[in-house]
């Protein structure tokens, strides 16, 4: 046992708690860590290796290439940077404003929305120290934690011991769920588990809001107003209340308005505080949101010309894409050939691709030039922003061979 501590960047979590053995310059064991987490950890001590064509090249070479791909294009789109440390995101965000190029990451089509309502406080947030430590009722609404990060109810949220909180979920502590389907997560949570239909959110978010105004709460599709007015009062009992929105709740709303509404009205009517932090999957697609929020005023969808930004959905990758108005690509750290519809994909495959990515993908087999870069929080270090906006330091488990993204993005930079 190595006996130090390191951080996870397997999830946006960013577990603090991990302790590795050592074999051979490759991590051989991990503890604490979860089943995502162990894999994770174990993905470094690759060889670097640098493609133009899928032919082997040095370093040098790949720069000069990517860098004239970049300088040929009139509209280049630079896209992921979710699994990117803040160095580098920042870094990218600097290129994107000297190539006057389009910036997007996942969070366009994800939970974008929600952390960009929660950088302009249009609801009360907090973080998950303080659900671990104060928390008493906790809603999983659209989200699947057992599944999508494990340690969630173990670490932050349901099981542990916190600080107020010694007698946990045993006598202290209601987790809710609140899906479309029986989750692993709705069945740790038994009886407070409300299953509701597809795109049922909104009726029954203004369901809850009538039983919390004391108003007779009523749906379509079956609850009994008993039911509802039981869980209403469970969430007015609440002292220190949370709801993890997940991405179901997110793709059943057509706005954030109920959602925000229903947390305005439980701070109003609950004995306690209430609040609402988005279950942000990429270990720093928040960073990227807050790093772009503070440079421009949005969280993604950004074209820069001439130093100012432009927003709206028309550059999006989706949409950019679709429209064919983007005629290179720079991918960090995200496989989009492998997650995106195939009529979008096909025209991604019309443009030059340059891949950055620690990973072997579909996109980076496809690319023009890929760069084999370092495992953040595995093979480099660096620091992050974690769902609930802790910012995270980490350090190196691995030395390796291979550059990180910053150094990169940095060479690109300054070859452009």
Known sequence: MEGNYYVCTG????????????EKDAVSKVYTACRVGVAHMKEGSREASFLV???????????????????????????????????AQKKAIGLAKKLNATLDDTSSFCLGPVVEALLQEKFKTCTLDDVRHKGDVMVFWGADPSDSHPRHLSKFSYFPRGEQKQKGWEEERTAIAIDIRKSHTAKICGSNFYQIPPGGDTEFINALIDGVSGKLPKTSFGYPPKKLLELANILKGAKYGTIFMGLGLLYSLESLDPIIKLVEVLNEKAKGEFHLIPMVGHYNMRGFNEHLFAETGYVNCVKFENGEAKHGTEYSTVEAL??????????????????????????????????????????SKKAAVHFSTALSGVECGGSAIRMDGVDVSFD??????RPSDEEILTKLTEVL
């Open 396 to 401: 190196p488990v691995l030395k390796t061979g």
């Open 322 to 363: 679709k429209a064919k108005s983007v005629d290179a690509a720079l991918i960090i750290g995200s496989d989009p050939l492998a997650s995106l519809p195939r009529s979008i994909v096909k025209n991604l495959l019309d443009i030059p691709i340059i891949s950055i990515d620690p990973c072997e993908t579909l996109t």
């Open 53 to 87: 064509d899928g032919k082997p090249v040095d370093e040098a070479a790949a720069v000069e290439k990517a860098a004239e791909i970049l300088k040929n294009a009139k509209n280049p789109l630079i896209f992921g940077l979710g699994t990117s440390t803040n160095e």
């Open 11 to 22: 999830c946006g979590l960013l577990c603090d708690d991990i302790e590795v053995d050592l």
